[in-house]
């Protein structure tokens, strides 16, 4: 039996928003974790187009892609959360 290694990872997830606004004040709240890398092992770049939020990670193995999956969609459901107590003119 051969076992093959996991050499990288590439995800992308694609967020649907309701509004322009909301999907400005998601990026704009995702944008310095984006940028944050304390290590080579994953890294993380956000698009935006119209009300689509586009994430894409590159991982260099499973463990990075599962960490990094996870903290976004923390990140993402705080950052959404936030948003709709505050109220989307008050950010």
Known sequence: MRVQAINSIDMTLKFQLSDSKTCNLLYDALALESGYNPNDRAQ???KIYNNLLILEIHAKDPISARASINS????????????????????
């Open 72 to 91: 976004f969609m923390k990140w993402i459901d705080l950052s959404l959360q936030i948003i709709s107590i505050t109220g989307k003119n008050k950010i």
């Open 44 to 46: 993380a770049q956000l």
